[in-house]
């Protein structure tokens, strides 16, 4: 968007000296154009922005025609929020600025901050037919802004267009490196980043997105290398600690992982994240102690990490103490409000197993049943208060189940998926049945294996009918 001002610092640091003085003493001096960008360009550099907006003042006042200096000022109105200003002015500044690439370049800008992506992306390209030596500078410019708005596979296309101009830049490398990550094109990914490497290997940010892209690509000991290589550059680099545990963790090397967790939070004690990997971490080498302490720092450090919390709450399932599970999940809980359905669900089903530990059947029924309410969608709430009513009665089948929670779930979209079933099993009505499955799938989709599990007298009667049977097949 601007010119760094380090390039001429002593002319810089006079004209930045003498605008100082100029204050000081509540004067105005005269200032050329030239000093003036220079002055505006130091300030936006140290992110002094009202005395960046004071220069500008003063150089409109002094040149009020000078374009480029209304450049500067849209640049002021940009980092003000300001976005319908800068638009109107900028647009107008092409009326008269047509090669001007600077304007396009704010003017796509603002056009990313106010969502018009595809008016930003035809303002790019209209801007580099008048980029006249600047190319590499306006690419990268408008590179790190695709990506900055998300918008990666444009920057992919307007760099892979151009590849002549930057094949050994590395910051326009980078970017596109990262485009490509981010569109899970991950082979292109680690190539580019190794083009990178080429140039500089000292780059410690490419070996770690290297490390990041090699992990997306199954070659965990390739990425546990790339991230060593990072943090011999860069010791303090926290995140290639943090993924490198991961990487670790991932190949059962807990003890290696909880090292590189450790140092993570050595530099970074607000992760949470990093504290919950550490408490599975000890879990792994059974120090349940460890492990929850370290859940319950945790969910202090965010008490909206729902992961955090649902692992603890697991964590004391599986050291069958049904009581703390149940005390962590109302901690949890204090929250709801700001819970989506699926999170309130999962919380009511665990507390739900809970209670079978303790052979509390109403109460586990009880929670069961607000799982399948607070979530309407997933089938395994369902099932797993049928099987629990089924294990109490070897002789409970679906009809009975329908007969007894028809009514209370009979809005709940993946009790589609049980009447499906019901009809398949009980009524033989497998025009019902399809059309209550295609509902399903359509509203629920991804739990057709799990009714088959429940119900495996499901598959021989589906095999008979091939409409059926085609239709089971298609949507798995």
Same mark, same amino acid.
């Given at each position: 968007m #601007?010119?760094?001002?380090? *390039?001429?610092?002593?002319?810089?640091?006079?004209?930045?000296?003498? $605008?100082e003085k100029m204050e000081y003493k509540g004067q105005e001096f005269f200032f050329d154009v030239h000093s003036i960008e220079n002055i505006f360009d130091f300030y936006i550099d140290k992110l002094q922005f009202n005395k960046a907006e004071r220069i500008i003042e003063i150089g409109l006042r002094q040149h009020?025609?000078?374009?480029? &200096? =209304?450049?500067?000022?849209?640049? /002021? #109105?940009?980092?003000?929020?300001? &976005?319908? =200003?800068?638009?109107? &002015?900028?647009?107008? &500044?092409?009326?008269?600025?047509?090669?001007?690439?600077e304007v396009y370049l704010n003017l796509g800008y603002v056009y990313l901050r106010n969502d018009q992506n595809e008016k930003a992306k035809a303002t790019f390209e209209e801007g580099f037919k008048y980029a006249f030596g600047n190319?590499?500078?306006v690419l990268l410019d408008v590179t790190l802004y695709l990506n900055q708005f998300h918008e990666y596979q444009a920057a992919i296309d307007i760099l892979e267009k151009r590849k002549n101009l930057f094949w050994a830049n590395e910051n326009l490398l980078f970017e596109l490196a990262y485009a490509y990550d981010k569109v899970e094109e991950d082979q292109k990914a680690f190539n580019t980043y190794q083009q990178v490497l080429d140039i500089n290997p000292w780059s410690d940010n490419a070996w770690y997105n290297s490390g990041i892209t090699l992990v =997306?690509?199954?070659?965990?000991? *390739?990425?546990?290398?790339?991230?060593?290589f990072c943090l011999a550059i860069n010791p303090e680099h926290a995140q290639a600690y943090f993924n490198k545990g991961n990487s670790l963790a991932q190949q059962n090397r807990y003890q290696e992982a909880l090292d590189n967790y450790l140092e993570c939070i050595s530099y970074d004690i607000f992760q949470s994240r990093c504290h919950h990997y550490i408490a599975d971490c000890w879990n792994q080498l059974s120090n349940s102690t460890m492990a929850g302490k370290f859940f319950d720092l945790a969910t202090r450090i965010d008490p909206m990490d729902i992961d955090a919390w649902e692992s603890f709450a697991r964590f004391y399932m599986e050291q069958q103490d049904p009581e703390n599970c149940r005390a962590v999940i109302d901690m949890a809980m204090r929250e709801k409000e700001m819970m989506h359905d699926s999170e309130l669900g999962m919380f009511h089903h665990i507390k739900a197993q809970s209670y079978v530990l303790e052979e509390e059947w109403k109460l586990s029924k009880k929670f069961f049943v607000k799982a399948i309410l607070s979530n309407r969608r997933d089938l395994r709430h369902i099932i797993a208060l049928f099987k629990l009513s089924k294990a109490l009665n070897p002789s409970y089948n679906?009809?009975? $189940?329908?007969?007894? #929670?028809?009514? =209370? $779930?009979?809005?709940?979209?993946?009790?589609?998926? /049980?009447?499906?079933? #019901?009809h398949i099993l009980i009524t033989e009505d497998i025009e019902q049945a399809t059309e209550l499955l295609n509902g399903a799938v359509i509203s629920a989709p991804g739990y057709l294996d799990d009714l088959l599990e429940a119900f495996p007298g499901l598959n021989p009667a589906i095999k008979e009918d091939p409409t059926l049977n085609d239709f089971i097949e298609q949507n798995k």
């Amino acid at each position: 968007m #601007y010119d760094s001002w380090s *390039g001429h610092f002593n002319e810089v640091r006079e004209a930045v000296e003498r $605008f100082e003085k100029m204050e000081y003493k509540g004067q105005e001096f005269f200032f050329d154009v030239h000093s003036i960008e220079n002055i505006f360009d130091f300030y936006i550099d140290k992110l002094q922005f009202n005395k960046a907006e004071r220069i500008i003042e003063i150089g409109l006042r002094q040149h009020p025609e000078a374009s480029v &200096l =209304k450049v500067k000022q849209a640049i /002021i #109105y940009i980092e003000n929020g300001k &976005l319908t =200003k800068a638009a109107a &002015l900028l647009e107008n &500044l092409l009326q008269i600025e047509k090669s001007n690439s600077e304007v396009y370049l704010n003017l796509g800008y603002v056009y990313l901050r106010n969502d018009q992506n595809e008016k930003a992306k035809a303002t790019f390209e209209e801007g580099f037919k008048y980029a006249f030596g600047n190319d590499t500078e306006v690419l990268l410019d408008v590179t790190l802004y695709l990506n900055q708005f998300h918008e990666y596979q444009a920057a992919i296309d307007i760099l892979e267009k151009r590849k002549n101009l930057f094949w050994a830049n590395e910051n326009l490398l980078f970017e596109l490196a990262y485009a490509y990550d981010k569109v899970e094109e991950d082979q292109k990914a680690f190539n580019t980043y190794q083009q990178v490497l080429d140039i500089n290997p000292w780059s410690d940010n490419a070996w770690y997105n290297s490390g990041i892209t090699l992990v =997306k690509m199954g070659d965990l000991r *390739g990425a546990d290398e790339a991230f060593e290589f990072c943090l011999a550059i860069n010791p303090e680099h926290a995140q290639a600690y943090f993924n490198k545990g991961n990487s670790l963790a991932q190949q059962n090397r807990y003890q290696e992982a909880l090292d590189n967790y450790l140092e993570c939070i050595s530099y970074d004690i607000f992760q949470s994240r990093c504290h919950h990997y550490i408490a599975d971490c000890w879990n792994q080498l059974s120090n349940s102690t460890m492990a929850g302490k370290f859940f319950d720092l945790a969910t202090r450090i965010d008490p909206m990490d729902i992961d955090a919390w649902e692992s603890f709450a697991r964590f004391y399932m599986e050291q069958q103490d049904p009581e703390n599970c149940r005390a962590v999940i109302d901690m949890a809980m204090r929250e709801k409000e700001m819970m989506h359905d699926s999170e309130l669900g999962m919380f009511h089903h665990i507390k739900a197993q809970s209670y079978v530990l303790e052979e509390e059947w109403k109460l586990s029924k009880k929670f069961f049943v607000k799982a399948i309410l607070s979530n309407r969608r997933d089938l395994r709430h369902i099932i797993a208060l049928f099987k629990l009513s089924k294990a109490l009665n070897p002789s409970y089948n679906i009809e009975l $189940f329908v007969d007894e #929670y028809g009514v =209370k $779930f009979i809005e709940t979209i993946s009790f589609q998926y /049980i009447l499906a079933a #019901y009809h398949i099993l009980i009524t033989e009505d497998i025009e019902q049945a399809t059309e209550l499955l295609n509902g399903a799938v359509i509203s629920a989709p991804g739990y057709l294996d799990d009714l088959l599990e429940a119900f495996p007298g499901l598959n021989p009667a589906i095999k008979e009918d091939p409409t059926l049977n085609d239709f089971i097949e298609q949507n798995k």
